[in-house]
């Protein structure tokens, strides 16, 4: 087995370690602004395994996964400040509207398969993004987005003071998002996903429905996303519209991509580094260090953009399976070359 | 009537901007069974080419450096699409969600480079003094630049048929989108025709960056990300590797979604949707497509 025996008490003294962060007396543990960013990777890092869900585990190339995001997050903001419900209510409206959703656009797009699915989900996106972004029947507030209104949501998540209240929301929801794609994947019907993504003729000669499988998969993922845009909602304070831009998808699909399609953690590790390495290059490459260089270089090495995509190419090309694939081809080598040591002769 | 005679010319303006974005995806898909994130950068180099062109190396507004802008962004395109061909796409042969990753990265990797050199705010591209007249025909008054797109994309469409038809780069081509299999066990070099449908596409989408920058009033490094998606729509309603197809699956959608819009403002978008769900669900291979993918 390539699994590290100590692979699970590992995970949780992470686990523990990062719900501890908040108490620790550390100064920048403390203070609001690292936990809203660490809360927002941590978000980022769920949404990238539930995309992993579909890409990595089902083979399902969609480039429409932010729309069941941002499904989440307007939905549940729309019920919360228009009709007045109760935030769990309102996660649950959110949770309930996206599976109908997912089902529907599901199950037009999954007639097609491969490439054809990729643009297909792109288009059913893009018309979510349209339909935020123009405002229709006044629902959405165009471009400015939905703030939540603070007085109608638990007091604990208003506040910078509350912050980390928010952070241990935010990891409650990586918790569930990895225990429900743990369970899904390990399941029967996970066997028969990663079947299908194998070798889909073989799954239809032995007799089981694969776009069954297919919307299951399509439709768990929806959800999760769903959840995880009412957690983003509260970390971030209202609904964007570019939750549903296309562009959130093809950054999910980077951090799955330098992460690691082929295991979950790599899943998470690659949202929570993509969503910290943005905010954090955008910084470093606006403090100046960059400016003696001429404009021909220095001018592209400014954009964080530039610097992820160049990555996100060179693993593409050079080394997939990312940062997990890697792990695990030396781990494997490690493994292999243990093995071949001669037995000592007692 | 005159109303609505501009709308549809206007309709018929916008698909053939659609068209010069969705030929290439087409071949490109049909051909070599690649899903071309990197064409919206195809089109963006091309509309940042022609706009450097016509401020830079020739700041004079007249028509003749206005084509030689239009003309200076088709070749940068297809010289761009040449060298990712090159660079990224033929090193991954046949890893067909590779390939597709690979032209994400490429496509965010090219916007970001215009952004660092160009800046992210929109760039008025020059135009001549004429691109907002009118003129009348019947009762309508028709802005001259909706005939300029038809025209372009017209000559495009004759320049791909002429090269597809009757040429033998063009038969290898044709050949190869029926069955690549077959033409290459036939010991015919399909490398050649690979370079061609890239430069090719690149081209129509360089010469569509430039037109789309006048009709949209500027460039700049993501303005290309919507049409892009239309490019895809277009494809999938008409059919992949159709030309055909993607010259009337264009036609249809620029024509509806600007009657749709006109009446019932907002919802065009939606319209073209809901025309691509109802192709999916009843005719899975688009309106001239020959297989199912």
Redesign the interface.
Same mark, same amino acid.
Do not use: E, K, Q, S
């Given at each position: 087995m390539l699994r590290w025996k100590y692979s699970r008490q590992l995970l949780f003294s992470l686990l523990a370690f990062l719900v501890a962060i908040p108490l620790l007396p550390v100064d920048i543990f403390r203070s609001a602004g690292f936990q809203q960013t660490i809360a927002v990777a941590l978000l980022y890092g769920a949404l990238a395994l539930s995309y992993d869900l579909l890409f990595g585990y089902t083979g399902l190339l969609s480039f429409g996964h932010a729309l069941f995001f941002a499904s989440g997050a307007y939905v549940s903001v729309i019920l919360i400040n228009r009709a007045g419900w109760s935030l769990w209510m309102a996660t649950l409206g959110a949770l309930v509207f996206t599976i109908v959703l997912a089902l529907l656009v599901g199950s037009a797009a999954l007639r097609t398969t491969g490439i054809a699915f990729a643009m297909v989900t792109l288009a059913f996106g893009e018309a979510g993004h349209v339909i935020i972004n123009r405002n229709v029947g006044g629902w959405t507030n165009a471009e400015n987005g939905l703030p939540l209104n603070a007085d109608r949501i638990p007091s604990i998540f208003v506040g910078v003071a509350n912050t980390h209240y928010i952070f241990w929301l935010s990891i409650a929801i990586l918790v569930l998002t990895y225990a429900v794609v743990w369970w899904v994947t390990e399941s029967p019907a996970g066997r028969v996903f990663a079947a299908l993504r194998d070798n889909e003729t073989r799954v239809s000669v032995l007799g089981l429905n694969g776009s069954r499988f297919k919307l299951l998969s399509f439709t768990v993922a929806a959800a999760l996303a769903s959840i995880i845009g009412v957690g983003m909602l509260i970390a971030s304070g209202s609904a964007a519209p570019r939750y549903a831009e296309a562009n959130t998808t093809i950054a999910l699909l980077l951090m799955v991509i330098l992460g690691g399609a082929i295991s979950r953690w790599g899943a998470v590790l690659g949202g929570v580094i993509y969503s910290i390495a943005q905010t954090r290059l955008q910084d470093l490459t606006q403090s100046g260090f960059l400016d003696g260089l001429p404009k021909l270089i220095g001018g592209p090495l400014e954009e964080p953009v530039f610097i992820l995509g160049m990555i996100f190419i060179f693993i593409v090309m050079f080394s997939p399976g990312g940062i997990s694939g890697a792990y695990y081809r030396i781990r494997l080598r490690y493994l292999t070359n243990k093995s071949k040591t001669p037995p000592v002769k007692a | 009537m005159d109303t609505f005679l501009l709308i549809g010319i206007t309709g018929i303006g916008l698909g053939a901007l659609y068209f010069l974005v969705a030929c290439g995806l087409s071949l490109i898909?049909g051909l070599m $069974? #690649? /899903?071309n994130f990197a064409h919206g950068a195809f089109l963006s180099v091309g509309a940042f080419a022609g706009y450097w062109f016509a401020v830079k190396l020739f700041p004079v507004t007249s028509n003749l450096s206005f084509a030689l802008s239009i003309l200076v962004g088709g070749i940068a395109g297809g010289l761009f699409a040449l060298l990712v061909e090159q660079l #990224?796409i033929k090193? /991954?042969y046949n890893r067909?969600? =590779?390939q597709?990753?690979?032209t994400?990265?490429?496509s965010? #990797?090219a916007?970001? +480079?215009l952004? $660092?050199?160009f800046g992210h705010d929109p760039l008025l591209l020059p135009t001549p003094t004429w691109w907002y007249n009118a003129i009348q025909i019947g009762d309508a008054f028709i802005p001259v630049d909706r005939l300029l797109y038809i025209g372009v994309s017209l000559l495009m469409l004759i320049l791909f048929f002429v090269i597809l038809r009757f040429t033998r780069i063009g038969l290898v081509i044709r050949a190869g989108v029926e069955n690549r299999t077959m033409v290459q066990a036939l010991g015919i070099n399909v490398k050649l025709a690979f370079s061609t449908v890239f430069f090719l596409g690149g081209l129509a989408a360089g010469v569509g960056g430039v037109l789309i920058a006048g009709y949209s009033g500027g460039v700049s490094p993501y303005f290309s $990300?919507?049409w892009l998606?239309y490019g895809?729509?277009v #494809? &999938?309603v008409g059919g +992949?590797g159709s030309l055909g197809g993607s010259a009337l699956a264009a036609l249809l959608i620029g024509i509806s979604r600007q009657y749709v819009n006109y009446y019932a403002p907002? /919802?065009g =978008?939606?319209v073209? &949707?809901i025309l691509?769900?109802l192709v /999916?669900?009843f005719r899975?291979q688009g309106l001239l497509g020959k297989v199912?993918?």
């Open positions: - | 898909y $069974g #690649v /899903l #990224v090193r /991954l067909h969600i =590779d597709a990753l690979v994400v990265g490429v965010l #990797v916007a970001a +480079m952004g $660092g050199w $990300g919507t998606i895809f729509i #494809v &999938v +992949m907002g /919802l =978008d939606f073209v &949707v691509l769900a /999916l669900i899975p199912a993918h």
